[in-house]
């Protein structure tokens, strides 16, 4: 491994590895499939080259594509929130913002609806083809891929330090009455009272991206642990939803648990709803959370990893999935992590070269966290100095190359007192 001195250059994923993600994924997609998306690139480079002198005269006068990747849910939610924070935040310049968003591609066409009452959105797909374009090379385009970066060498997530700015303002997006009075008549046909509270849980689990399985899979975990949490959740009252896509195994039939995940009325808009509606969201490093997010609902994260990638906003608590050595024959320590490029591997093989494995959080993890989160919501919870302590030493390790860098939110209490040996010596 590299030593904690390493530059930021070495932190980055190797190309390698990146290589070896898209040959696979071209194997799951097709050889038509990956042809089709090469032609469309050189349209692409063509059609800018043709625009060129109407594109200069757009961009001098002001026009700006905001580029919002809109196939996924957690894009959608997350760079558009961050976007708008921050031109609320007097952050970005006066200019003609609009977004471009091809209906076929939108992942929650209800959502993208939110979205329109506040920045001009272009859907159009033709129109779309063109300023997307037009839109390239630094010209009529404010490039937002550091807001929630995928590649590794983007480093820190803007959304980060625009969510903790942001404070406790209130979301920008605000359920509509409407909408909630129809969730509500539909969670009423589930059989759940018209008066409950609910709590959203989530698991990712191997069927919903299979073109990004293999390179993804370590960031799997299994829903049933969950189980003496929804418990924690049933014994206080509440109600629980089980977010996800039919791909997903049915969850046990328990009671006051609704598994929406299979369920007829699962729609865009029903999605919407449970975010927004649910007291918090229990989640993963998968990005439906931010949907959550994006509505001002808390998060409690579990089986982060990478380690790095921690829930956003300042309400929000994170508890990671363990490393373990198969060399060392042990755990990683926190400060092995993060002084090393393991804190942003975005891909499986890289775990398996390194000898290293990812192990989920236990039942008892899971529970600890939700009731950590309920205590919190519920106005009850008091953090002792012990445990600022612990969460002070914890989130020093993190630096301006870690994607969570800057990150306003916690860290579970009881996940740091159980694992304070992972802190190595001189730990609180």
Not at 58 to 73: C, P
Not at 143 to 164: E, F, N
């Amino acid at each position: 491994m590299v030593s904690p001195s390493v530059s930021l250059s070495k932190l980055l994923v190797e190309p390698r590895v990146r290589i070896d993600y898209y040959i696979n994924k071209i194997s799951v997609v097709g050889l038509g499939w990956t042809v089709r998306w090469v032609v469309r690139r050189i349209a692409i480079e063509v059609i800018w080259v043709v625009f060129l002198p109407i594109t200069v005269i757009a961009h001098l006068a002001g026009y700006r594509r905001v580029s919002i990747f809109v196939e996924r849910i957690g894009h959608l939610a997350s760079e558009f929130d961050c976007f708008l924070k921050e031109r609320t935040l007097g952050r970005l310049p006066e200019r003609r913002w609009f977004v471009v968003a091809p209906r076929w591609m939108v992942a929650n066409p209800c959502l993208l609806n939110y979205w329109k009452r506040h920045v001009t959105i272009i859907q159009s797909h033709w129109i779309c083809a063109v300023l997307s374009a037009m839109g390239r090379h630094g010209l009529m385009e404010l490039d937002i891929s550091h807001y929630t970066p995928t590649p590794v060498d983007k480093g820190t997530a803007t959304y980060y330090s625009v969510l903790a700015a942001w404070g406790d303002r209130p979301p920008i997006l605000a359920l509509d009455e409407a909408h909630r009075i129809r969730g509500r008549a539909v969670l009423a046909e589930m059989g759940v009272p018209s008066d409950a509270w609910l709590v959203a849980i989530h698991a990712r689990e191997p069927g919903f991206s299979v073109q990004d399985e293999s390179a993804h899979a370590f960031r799997n975990s299994d829903i049933l642990r969950l189980i003496p949490a929804i418990q924690e959740i049933r014994h206080r009252g509440g109600w629980v939803v089980r977010m996800g896509d039919p791909t997903m195994r049915p969850f046990p039939v328990m009671d006051g648990v609704v598994d929406y995940a299979v369920h007829p009325s699962r729609s865009d808009w029903m999605d919407v709803f449970l975010c927004a509606e649910a007291r918090f969201f229990v989640g993963n490093t998968s990005g439906l959370y931010l949907l959550a997010t994006a509505f001002g609902t808390r998060c409690a994260l579990a089986n982060v990893i990478p380690s790095s990638h921690l829930a956003f906003a300042p309400a929000d608590v994170s508890i990671l999935k363990l490393i373990w050595s198969d060399r060392l024959s042990r755990y990683l320590t926190f400060p092995e992590i993060f002084s090393r490029p393991v804190a942003n591997y975005r891909f499986s093989k890289l775990f398996a070269e390194h000898g290293l494995r990812v192990d989920e959080n236990t039942e008892e993890d899971l529970r600890e966290l939700v009731v950590e989160m309920l205590d919190r919501v519920e106005g009850s919870y008091s953090e002792t100095s012990e445990e600022r302590a612990l969460q002070k030493q914890f989130f020093s390790l993190l630096r301006p190359w870690h994607y969570g860098h800057g990150a306003a939110g916690r860290i579970g209490a009881r996940f740091l007192e159980r694992n304070r040996d992972l802190f190595g010596s001189g730990s609180v």
